[in-house]
């Protein structure tokens, strides 16, 4: 069961995360997943935003709900710091 602590505890631990490279697991559907890598740009209420990097030039930001983080919809991998490297 999900419980509002199990909540509070991921939104202060992506706050203390903020600024940070992140690599991002999204679940879409049956057997499909998509791995991307972004900086942790803000926390919300109910919600989290990850600017995605990219190689054009536009700016791409996604948004999840702590509850996706909860359930294993979205699993995050901190890479540390705002280094360019890939994430290992």
């Known amino acids: ?3 509002k602590d199990d ?3 991921i939104k202060k631990s992506l706050e203390s995360n903020i600024g940070k490279r992140v690599r991002l697991t999204a679940k879409k559907g049956r057997k499909k997943s998509v791995i991307r890598q972004g900086i942790i740009e803000s926390t919300y209420p109910s919600i989290f935003v ?3 990097d990219n190689d054009s030039e536009i700016t791409r930001r996604v948004s999840y709900s702590y509850t996706d983080v909860l359930t ?10 705002n280094e ?3 994430c290992s």
């Open 50 to 52: 990850i600017k995605l």
């Open 7 to 9: 909540l509070f505890r």
């Open 72 to 81: 294993k919809t979205v699993e995050l991998v901190v890479c540390g710091g």
């Open 1 to 3: 069961m999900i419980e």
């Open 84 to 86: 360019i490297t890939q």
